[in-house]
């Protein structure tokens, strides 16, 4: 309660509120904006139970969801939309660049057909997709709350990245799987190149960003660019010597490979991923031979 006039200037800062999702969630995060009269979600996680335990998060802070934000169209950021929105009495926004939202419709169901029979009932069976499509630094506003994207095009861990950044001091971004922290990383999607591109790209755009909040893992600062630059370039020299030029690497190797890579990053979480993107790496660095 103040009377010096800064209560409105206060209460107009946005609170985040991270969803952290466990391991069966492949540790993805989804966020709340909390705003004075409502929430923006950004991202919303892959499953059924943790897109309802999301849900519920929402409904414990009392205010209306006005806007869903998507940061990339990979199914642990894209799935939980239709939960998400489901139980809103209103059409909610749901928004995204145009490329995510190609890119969302072109493989719903290639992706249902690889994860469906694993994840089987916590698989989401139909996706909700964008209605509202942005262009490069195209900008939305919600409860005096402007959010920019920013186009990455491929590049990061999917065909098709954004950044999006509160326009609002202290400045704040959200920025998909550009960046991981603290987990291993999805490198399947043949871009490896173009992400570290990207991180070049991001460093300028980002130097006077607060905080970032990544994909997976803990938000931070500049300092995940650099970490996230270090690990795919760990990895590329790693896959370079195991795979010895060829498109593949054999059983064997891709074990070496999981080993160098969890001494490079001990105690990180999704190790499963370092074996299941080696091939796609072998191809990309044999190809630019
Ligand atoms: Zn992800």
Same mark, same amino acid.
């Given at each position: 309660?103040?009377?010096?006039?800064?209560?409105?200037?206060?209460?107009?800062?946005?609170?985040?509120?991270?969803?952290?999702?466990?391991?069966?969630?492949?540790?993805?995060?989804?966020? =709340?904006?909390?705003?004075?009269?409502?929430? $923006? !979600?950004?991202?919303?996680? /892959?499953?059924? #139970?943790? %897109?309802? &335990?999301?849900?519920?998060?929402?409904?414990?802070?009392?205010?209306?969801?006005?806007?869903?934000? =998507?940061?990339?169209?990979?199914?642990?950021? $894209? !799935?939980?939309?239709?939960? /998400?929105?489901? #139980?809103? %009495?209103? &059409?909610?926004?749901?928004?995204?660049?145009?490329s995510?939202?190609?890119?969302?419709?072109?493989?719903?169901?290639?992706?249902?057909?690889?994860?469906?029979?694993?994840?089987?009932?916590?698989?989401? #069976?139909?996706?909700?997709?964008?209605?509202?499509?942005?262009?490069d630094?195209?900008?939305?506003?919600?409860?005096?709350?402007?959010?920019?994207?920013?186009d990455f095009g491929a590049g990061g861990?999917?065909d098709a990245n954004?950044?999006?950044?509160?326009?609002?001091?202290?400045?704040?971004?959200?920025?998909?799987?550009?960046?991981?922290?603290?987990?291993?990383?999805?490198?399947?999607?043949?871009h490896?190149?173009d992400?570290?591109?990207n991180?070049?790209?991001?460093?300028?755009?980002?130097?006077?960003?607060?905080?970032?909040?990544?994909?997976?893992?803990?938000?931070?600062?500049?300092?995940?660019?650099?970490?996230?630059?270090?690990?795919?370039?760990?990895?590329?020299?790693?896959?370079?010597?195991?795979?010895?030029?060829?498109?593949?690497?054999?059983?064997?190797?891709?074990?070496?490979?999981?080993?160098?890579?969890?001494?490079?990053?001990?105690?990180?979480?999704?190790?499963?991923?370092?074996?299941?993107?080696?091939?796609?790496?072998?191809?990309?660095?044999?190809?630019?031979?």
């Open positions: 309660m103040s009377s010096n006039g800064d209560t409105d200037h206060r209460t107009k800062i946005p609170k985040i509120h991270i969803h952290s999702s466990g391991e069966s969630g492949i540790f993805a995060n989804a966020y =709340l904006v909390e705003t004075e009269n409502g929430v $923006v !979600a950004i991202d919303s996680t /892959l499953t059924v #139970s943790e %897109s309802k &335990s999301f849900r519920s998060q929402l409904d414990n802070l009392g205010k209306p969801l006005i806007a869903v934000i =998507l940061t990339h169209a990979h199914p642990d950021h $894209v !799935a939980g939309v239709t939960n /998400l929105v489901q #139980s809103s %009495s209103t &059409s909610i926004p749901v928004i995204a660049l145009e995510v939202e190609r890119l969302m419709r072109s493989t719903e169901e290639l992706k249902r057909s690889i994860w469906g029979p694993i994840y089987k009932e916590e698989w989401i #069976s139909k996706w909700t997709y964008p209605n509202q499509l942005l262009k630094k195209e900008e939305v506003t919600f409860d005096e709350i402007t959010y920019r994207v920013h861990d999917s954004s950044i999006w950044i509160l326009e609002k001091e202290p400045r704040i971004a959200f920025v998909g799987d550009l960046m991981f922290n603290g987990t291993h990383s999805y490198i399947a999607d043949n490896l190149q992400w570290l591109k991180l070049d790209k991001a460093h300028g755009l980002l130097s006077d960003i607060s905080t970032i909040y990544p994909g997976h893992g803990k938000p931070g600062s500049m300092e995940l660019i650099e970490s996230q630059k270090k690990y795919l370039i760990a990895y590329s020299d790693a896959v370079k010597e195991l795979s010895s030029g060829k498109p593949k690497l054999t059983d064997d190797t891709k074990k070496q490979l999981t080993r160098k890579m969890e001494e490079f990053l001990p105690n990180a979480g999704l190790s499963f991923l370092i074996a299941h993107s080696s091939d796609a790496v072998a191809a990309e660095l044999a190809s630019i031979k």
